[in-house]
């Protein structure tokens, strides 16, 4: 927000009844955001005290997932999660912010704006959709093709190692990373737009390629609101859950190789919740959702971060 | 401009308004196991027809969801795989009455390319697969039962519903009854921990029948409803008295037809004795409250359940790959139906 001048701000206040009328609806608009965030929060600790208290702080390290004999941990869900949510970011960040600058300075326009809808409406596939082809497409074609080319090359790090069954951390991230990667495009293509002209053509001028302009001066300007767009699409890859669940084999396990099943946070809540019946078992399944909570606002926390940095630097 | 528009919208509700039926109609609500919900869907809209005053609104929420909102009575009957057990009625606070209403049974689907003939698995040969005991599908405890079949050297993928699932619940009691070893180490669940060390997890039937269908070497259980409509190859069993079943509707029928008696307290029907007996089959229930506060609501209540659980309600499972309740089973599920203070 703009501050104004003091001699301003008297005059700018709210004085006549629409005006308070007004103010009000904009605090309290924001206000109820503020509140309902509070609310989830409190919800959460209080829907998971028991597991809280039950479990202790050993229910973050512990990787046994045993409803049965009422065991719960939560590492192998949070390995998954962050796991999946890392490939995912890995491959959109790339292939996003090229397209992006593709978009920004080189397609014409004719190609540019279909284009463009084109990698937005990609964003507007339900997960559901995503999780079905992932399932019947995407998972036999890991197995069959991708798997074990990239076995054949890289089988000797134990990242490529093992059995593969189409399903697991790999086939997830990818299917994360498709549906990401609209949000990294989308925003980074604005930045890039956003970029001087003087800029490019300083740079022009000096004699660069389109190329090493947009490589070597465009990007870098552009890097923090670019970084900021992947912590964004990041946010969006930690909480998915129908896709990821149809694709990652949902199984509690920490494996090093990326071919292996695994479990993410919001998957072991969508599988279980509606049949977990014993408190302790609902209560460990809330305390899931608290993780990924934090786990979330760590990553906003970081987006903001970015964000205030990038205004610091623009007003030295 | 704008107020015709919005002229419009109002005479356009009034319309939709007026073509509405009166509201004397009675709407009885449910929830709870997704498994009853295509049967139920299809039992209420014929019993509507019927009866055009009862609409009955039934919610797959999924059965822990059924009996929460059963237990804070937010809806008229629950439903679930498993009955309430002690812990659970003690929290509904008022007696409750538990109905069988259908039937299920869990087939075994497998994908085994270059295998035409349909597979023959032993209860411990089926238990073990899921211990992870035998890994591969030419394992001699296989191949002594599958005499004449030429079984490849392919691992042995082990695919199990990763959502809690009343179809989990059937046959993990199932592998209970017949290995010990499962009993001490799993244990029976909704959801457990799949010992296996080559088990994927896949949610709901369709994605256990998905992960089947394209992994070659995998095996998994998928409800008889759905292997029927899919005509997925499934594995004949072995039952306790030593003969081979396949999963169909009547195998199932005769597995419940060995225990009349089936109660919410001794309910498993897995593992039963008889020459027919598909052994991997369980019942579905619905919870009511003994004491109807509202005896209207509760007269009606009581009209389409017994109406559900007796033959015309029955009549109605077969055309969507349910298994009807025996007689025997009928008519003990309308005695105790009878106790309902309405």
């Known amino acids: 927000m703009q501050q104004l001048e003091p001699r301003f701000r008297r005059v700018a206040r709210f004085v006549s009844p629409a005006d308070r009328g007004f103010a009000a609806v904009v ?25 809280i208290v039950h479990f202790g702080p050993s229910f973050i390290w512990k990787s046994a997932w045993d409803p049965v004999a009422n065991k719960f941990g939560a590492l192998p869900m949070i390995y998954g999660t962050v796991v999946t949510s890392l490939i995912a970011i890995v491959l959109a960040s790339f292939v996003g912010i090229m397209a992006a600058v593709f978009l920004a300075d080189f397609a014409p326009r004719w190609l540019a704006t279909p284009l463009s809808f084109m990698i937005e409406l990609l964003a507007a596939v339900p997960s559901v959709v995503y999780g079905l082809w992932g399932l019947f497409v995407l998972s036999p074609f890991v197995r069959t093709a991708i798997g074990p080319v990239l076995q054949k090359f890289l089988g000797w790090t134990p990242l490529f190692s093992g059995p593969i069954y189409g399903v697991g951390l790999l086939t997830a991230g990818i299917i994360l990373a498709l549906m990401i990667v609209p949000t990294v495009t989308a925003i980074s293509r ?83 919740f509606t049949e977990a019946t014993t408190s302790i078992y609902i209560s460990a399944l809330i305390e899931l959702g608290l993780i990924l909570f934090f786990v979330s606002i760590v990553v906003n926390a970081l987006a903001r971060l970015m964000i205030w940095s990038v205004r610091g630097s623009e007003r030295t | ?94 007696a409750v009455l538990q109905i069988p209403v259908t039937l299920g049974g869990a087939a075994i689907a497998y994908n085994l390319p270059g295998v035409s003939a349909t597979l023959r698995l032993s209860r411990q040969a089926l238990a073990d697969i899921y211990l992870g005991k035998i890994a591969k599908w030419n394992d001699p405890e296989i191949a002594k039962l599958n005499a004449g079949v030429k079984l490849p050297d392919t691992p042995i993928v082990v695919v199990h519903r990763s959502d809690g699932s009343g179809t989990s619940y059937i046959f993990t009691d199932f592998l209970s009854h017949v290995s010990p070893e499962w009993k001490s180490k799993v244990g029976t669940g909704k959801s457990v921990s799949w010992p296996a060390p080559s088990s994927v997890g896949a949610k709901g039937n369709e994605g256990v029948a998905g992960q089947v269908r394209s992994t070659p070497g995998a095996i998994g259980y998928v409800e008889l409803a759905y292997v029927i409509e899919n005509k997925m190859p499934a594995v004949t069993l072995q039952n306790k008295a030593g003969k081979w079943v396949a999963c169909s509707p009547e195998t199932v029928a005769a597995a419940a037809a060995t225990k009349p008696n089936v109660s919410p307290t001794n309910f498993s029907i897995v593992d039963s004795a008889g020459a027919n007996s598909y052994p991997v089959s369980g019942y579905s229930w619905v919870m009511i409250y003994k004491d109807q506060s509202d005896k209207t609501r509760g007269k009606i209540l009581y009209d389409v359940l017994s109406w559900l659980v007796g033959p015309q309600g029955q009549s109605n499972a077969k055309s969507v790959d349910y298994v009807p309740l025996p007689v025997n089973v009928q008519n003990a599920a309308s005695a105790t139906l009878r106790q309902m203070q309405r």
């Open chain 1, 27 to 51: 605090y309290g608009g924001s206000i109820l955001f503020a509140l309902l965030i509070i609310a989830l929060f409190v919800e959460l600790v209080l829907g998971s005290w028991p597991s």
């Open chain 1, 190 to 272: 604005d930045v890039i737009a956003a970029i001087p002209r003087d800029l490019r053509e300083a740079s022009m001028a000096l004699g660069t390629t389109r190329w090493e302009t947009a490589i070597r001066v465009v990007l870098p300007a552009a890097r923090v609101g670019i970084f900021g767009a992947c912590v964004l699409a990041l946010g969006r890859a930690l909480g998915e859950t129908i896709a990821v669940t149809m694709v990652i084999g949902n199984r509690p396990e920490i494996s090093s190789s990326l071919f292996a099943p695994s479990y993410t946070l919001a998957s072991v809540i969508a599988n279980e």
């Open chain 2, 1 to 94: 401009m704008r107020r015709s528009f919005y002229r419009g919208l109002v005479t356009l509700a009034l319309g939709v308004a007026m073509t509405l039926p009166a509201a004397a109609a009675t709407q009885l609500t449910g929830a709870g196991s997704s498994f009853d919900y295509p049967f139920f869907s299809k039992a209420f809209y014929i019993y509507n027809q019927k009866r055009p005053d009862v609409t009955v609104n039934y919610q797959s929420i999924g059965s822990g969801g059924g009996i929460q909102q059963f237990t804070a009575k937010n809806v008229d009957f629950g439903a679930s795989d498993v009955p309430m057990n002690a812990e659970e009625l003690g929290r509904a606070k008022q």
